[in-house]
T-cell receptor, first 117, second 114 residues
């Protein structure tokens, strides 16, 4: 079946602009994760959803960042008033969620590279 | 809170030599542990996982890792490196319930010399 799909693959914007990044998870996966990866670093946890609700948003750096998953499938990461420091690759992953099945294995998309000028 | 420390941001081995990538974790509950690999211009993919069954875990491409609770370690090994193993490797931990947030280490880039 199809993997995790992220759009856009590349986004260049100007400082202060608003940006939306979209993630379409694998069908049937109940858990969805957003990570941010800067050059030379590991994925930094931002938020994860179980179904429609944000189960843990402790990684969101500040109130400019917000994510939604209104129908429990597609998710959108929203960044307001972008800053140059927001430049990174934003990764989305999905999984079967809690329980034995999948045991927490994450399936990643190829990421959305955000560049803030 | 969980955390992961990967010792060595870069490791270089010769083709055919042993690969050893080190990972130490911190977790207040029995953890699930993972190794992911990221090949150039590709997304992260699971290499292997530990979920409280056998402490020696075998993964894809000849890699394996051993969970050592006393040392809080989960080092990744492969007996004989291939050129195709050149990639970035990430160790990760979740809190053992599956589906909860997964925390990644900073990564180790593996170079394989001919």
């Amino acid at each position: 079946g199809a993997g995790v799909s992220q759009t856009p693959s590349n986004k260049v914007t100007e400082k202060g602009k608003y940006v939306e990044l979209r993630c379409d998870p694998i069908s049937g996966h109940t858990a969805l994760y957003w990570y941010r990866q800067s050059l030379g670093q590991g994925p930094e946890f931002l938020i994860y959803f179980q179904g429609t609700g944000a189960a843990d948003d402790s990684g969101l750096p500040n109130d400019r960042f917000f994510a939604v998953r209104p129908e429990g499938s597609v998710s959108t990461l929203k960044i307001q008033r972008t800053e140059r420091g927001d430049s990174a690759v934003y990764l989305c992953a999905s999984s079967f969620g809690s329980g034995i099945r999948g045991a927490g294995e994450l399936f990643f998309g190829e990421g959305s590279r955000l560049t803030v000028l | 809170a969980q955390s992961v420390t990967q010792l060595g941001s870069h490791v270089s081995v010769s083709e055919g030599a042993l690969v050893l990538l080190r990972c130490n974790y911190s977790s207040s509950v029995p953890p699930y542990l993972f190794w992911y690999v990221q090949y150039p211009n590709q997304g992260l993919q699971l290499l292997l996982k530990y979920t409280s069954a056998a402490t020696l875990v075998k993964g894809i491409n000849g890699f394996e890792a051993e969970f050592k609770k006393s040392e809080t370690s989960f080092h990744l090994t492969k007996p004989s490196a291939h050129m195709s193993d050149a990639a970035e490797y990430f160790c990760a931990v979740s809190d053992g319930s599956g589906g909860f947030k997964t925390i990644f280490g900073a990564g180790t880039r593996l170079f394989v010399k001919a």
